[in-house]
Nanobody, 125 residues
Framework: QVRLVESGGGFVQPGGSLRLSCAAS????????IGWFRQAPGKEREGVSC???????YYADSVKGRFTISKDKAENMVTLQMTGLKPEETGTYYC???????????????????WGQGTQVTVSS
């Protein structure tokens, strides 16, 4: 049974950092593309980052240079290190996957079969 569990969200001041984790079970995360999406109240869901089976990474333009996605093969986990956080990045962050090995150029608009329950990130002074 495929399961994704996010953790690491919290409250942070603008400019601060958080490290989100996505623990995968029921499959080997290293073999598949894993993505992070976020959704703020009243806004559309947005693709934040994605990592392919070969560790090729993709980022939304708005987070390039500030966010880093990586794999922890030993823990069957994907992490998202976020720095320089902005108030508009407040929202629920979700880990997603599907039976795809590569994120691909359309990763932000593709559909994903499996979603975690989400972890809340609040950026505020």
């Amino acid at each position: 049974q495929v399961r994704l569990v996010e953790s690491g969200g919290g409250f942070v001041q603008p400019g601060g950092s958080l490290r989100l984790s996505c623990a995968a079970s029921g499959f080997t995360a290293d073999y598949y593309a894993i993505g992070w999406f976020r959704q703020a109240p009243g806004k559309e869901r947005e693709g934040v980052s994605c990592i392919s089976y070969d560790s090729t990474t993709y980022y939304a333009d708005s987070v390039k240079g500030r966010f880093t996605i990586s794999k922890d093969k030993a823990e069957n986990m994907v992490t998202l290190q976020m720095t320089g956080l902005k108030p508009e990045e407040t929202g629920t962050y979700y880990c997603v996957t599907d039976w795809k090995t590569r994120c691909g150029r359309t990763w932000q608009t593709d559909s994903y079969q499996y979603w975690g329950q989400g972890t809340q990130v609040t950026v505020s002074s």
